[in-house]
């Protein structure tokens, strides 16, 4: 009943690509609808950085507006207007209002539904979820998908991706971190023929369950990273952006929120509803692979950053990881049993801070109590197990697949 979920298991060997060369196709904004300048031809404009323009800041006003104005099509051939709000391929985007936050929030606004696209929402809602956030449509989830599709065109070719960009596309992967995770490694479904899937249209043959996520909200789209080398350049886009130390701390949020809100679903002999049985444990398994593949990336990234100079300074960076992060994910101590749509997995609440005190040794001790990936998934894992009294052999088992996962994805 299970083997689909057992193919989907990523493969990193695979597709992991050359630490230190991992690098993404110039970001930079031209206009999201027909009414944009054009670039003036003058000798200067190719040393210039170009601003967003005025109708960048309206779409980010209007999600509906970008959605429409942005939105590929069912065919992925209309990529033109979000080509241009990205990059040109000629003059970067400048920073500052006028640059990449004009144009990040448009992105935001038209990928999530998320009328501005600065306004971090993580901290809403009541009982560990945001109750704003909305499911998303087919045409939003195109949008995530060209938006990869377009920013990783070239992962290996030296461009220049504006950092300043980099929260807002880490905001709208974050939306998205259940289709983030299952596909940046190996996708779930390699023969998927479109950009997007619905729960229905992604439901196993065999009834043995759903492979756009274990527990998929119903009126979700997905968006799918399949086709197109989309994976490859799904790890390429996350790998450039998370250089950036408040892009990499929403990112390392989502999915350890991700990881909680996964353990509170799960039975209390830890097996998926409808899965128990001698091999109840293995789509909690699957699922584990994700969680530490996906923070293996990000862990594997910062290092690879560090190495090329692209991150002069770890201590700094770890400590704006710091003071960006929202903190501990904790599963509740009960069976949750409701589905909320996907975005609100990323405006989860946390349990607690990221770390005790904040004079120089505590803070040294909190900076690298975060950043120690493992340290944190135990902490939610072991917490877990008891307060949902967890057979011993079954917490023994699952806690050594995540440490045996999480040691082998680091080493890809």
Not at 93 to 119: F, I, M, N, Q, S
Not at 223 to 233: G, T
Not at 302 to 312: A, I, L, M, Q
Not at 316 to 342: E, I, K, N, Q, W
Request: glycine share 8%; net charge negative.
């Amino acid at each position: 009943m299970l083997l689909p979920r057992l193919r989907a298991l990523p493969r990193r060997a695979r597709l992991a690509l050359t630490t230190g060369t991992v690098a993404l196709a110039v970001l930079v904004v031209g206009g999201a609808v027909a009414l944009v300048p054009a670039l003036s031809g003058d000798a200067d404009a190719a040393s210039a950085c170009r601003q967003a323009p005025d109708s960048a800041r309206r779409l980010a006003a209007d999600p509906r507006r970008a959605t429409d104005a942005l939105d590929p099509g069912e065919d992925m051939r209309r990529t033109e207007p979000l080509r241009r709000l990205l990059r040109t391929g000629e003059v970067p985007l400048c920073e500052g209002a006028k640059g990449t936050e004009a144009a990040g929030r448009a992105l935001v606004a038209a990928a999530t539904g998320a009328p501005d696209g600065a306004r971090d929402t993580r901290d809403a809602g009541d009982a560990g979820d945001a109750r704003d956030a909305q499911p998303h449509t087919a045409a939003q989830a195109r949008i995530v998908h060209g938006a990869v599709v377009l920013l990783g065109e070239d992962p290996y070719d030296e461009a220049d991706f504006p950092l300043a960009l980099a929260p807002y596309i880490a905001r709208v992967l974050a939306a998205y971190i259940g289709d983030v995770r299952r596909d940046i490694d190996y996708p779930a479904e390699r023969d998927w023929p479109r950009p997007t899937a619905t729960r229905d249209e992604a439901r196993y043959e065999d009834g043995s369950g759903n492979w756009s996520e274990p527990f998929p909200n119903g009126r979700d789209v997905h968006a799918v990273f399949s086709v197109a080398q989309a994976s490859q350049r799904l790890k390429a886009v996350v790998h450039h952006a998370v250089a950036d130390p408040h892009a990499y701390a929403i990112l390392y949020d989502a999915e350890r929120a991700h990881f909680a809100a996964y353990l509170e679903r799960l039975d209390d002999d830890a097996s998926e509803p409808g899965h128990s049985g001698p091999d109840g444990l293995m789509g909690t398994e699957v699922e584990f692979s994700r969680t530490t593949g996906f923070l293996a990336v990000l862990a594997r990234s910062r290092t690879s950053h560090v190495e090329d100079g692209t991150v002069p300074d770890l201590a700094a960076f770890d400590r704006a990881v710091l003071r960006h992060t929202r903190g501990t994910y904790l599963a509740a101590d009960h069976r949750v049993t409701s589905r909320p749509p996907m975005a609100t997995v990323a405006q989860r609440r946390p349990d607690a801070g990221p770390g005790p005190g904040t004079g120089p040794e505590k803070g040294e001790r909190a900076v690298a109590r975060l950043l120690d990936t493992r340290v944190r998934l135990f902490e939610t894992f072991d917490a877990w197990a008891k307060d949902r009294d967890v057979p011993e052999g079954t917490a023994q088992r699952l806690r050594t697949a995540l440490e045996t996962r999480y040691t082998r994805a680091l080493a890809y």
